[in-house]
């Protein structure tokens, strides 16, 4: 089975140019996280897709963010314009939906990630 | 999601030591405390997680033991060896029921000499 798969790997950027981030995560699961790490920080939660639709953005730091999730498969993470401080390593997850009718939390599957550098 | 405490954030160990995490979480009502490991250029993996019908788990050399009383649960590698270096993170507990948000803390450093 294919694990989660992000790209590009790297990408080194200008201050004010676009980068798009790709995810495809694992067939069948219904939900896909973005998070950020900064070197040295936390894993930084930015949002939450169920199927198609946006469950919760609460971590998305502001509107130079895009996500999107086509026809629920794979998803996109838009900067534009970014910014020095969008420096990171950005991961996408994704896990099933919950198990059993407590919808007890279950495993996140995290992609490599992809490091994105803005000079 | 609520945040969580971790400590400490590095620990160096020699090989053969036993290495200890410990997670700090504040929601009386979480049901699920998970521990993920990150090797270098790879993404977080789960390694063990554990639910609150239960004090502790073993895999092998790994072990989680939960203290609810407390609001505590702590990552144990016994035996270590120099492929246990690797960043471990705790996530936030998750509760039965609604939207399950992991968030994580700031992550251990683990680094086991030979």
């Known amino acids: 089975e294919a694990g989660v798969t992000q790209f590009p790997s790297h990408s080194v950027i200008e201050k004010g140019q676009t980068v798009t981030l790709r995810c495809d995560p694992i067939?069948?699961?219904?939900?896909l996280y973005w998070y950020r790490r900064v070197m040295g920080k936390e894993i930084k939660f930015l949002l939450h897709?169920?199927?198609?639709?946006?469950?919760?953005e609460s971590g998305m730091p502001n509107n130079r963010f895009l996500a999107e999730r086509t026809g629920g498969t794979y998803s996109t993470l838009k900067v534009q314009p970014a910014e020095l401080e969008d420096s990171g390593v950005y991961f996408c997850?994704?896990?099933?939906?919950?198990?059993?009718?407590?919808?007890?939390?279950?495993?996140?599957?995290f992609g490599e990630g992809s490091r994105l550098t803005v000079l | 999601g609520e945040n969580v405490e971790q400590h400490p954030s590095t620990l160096s160990v020699q090989e053969g030591d036993s290495a200890v995490i410990k997670c700090t979480y504040s929601d009386s009502a979480s049901n699920y405390f998970p521990w993920y490991k990150q090797e270098l250029g790879k993404g977080p993996q789960l390694i063990i997680d554990i639910r609150s019908n239960v004090g502790e788990k073993k895999d092998q050399r790994i072990a989680v033991t939960l203290n609810k009383t407390a609001k505590h649960f702590s990552l144990h590698i016994t035996e270590t060896q120099p492929e246990d270096s690797a960043v471990y993170f705790c996530?936030?507990?998750?509760?039965?029921?609604?939207?399950?948000?992991?968030?994580f803390g700031r992550g251990t450093s683990l680094i086991v000499h030979p």
């Open positions: 897709f169920v199927k198609e639709s946006k469950q919760d």
């Open positions: 997850a994704s896990s099933h939906p919950g198990q059993g009718y407590s919808l007890i939390p279950g495993e996140l599957f």
């Open positions: 996530a936030n507990p998750g509760a039965s029921g609604g939207s399950y948000i992991p968030t």
């Open positions: 067939s069948g699961h219904d939900n």
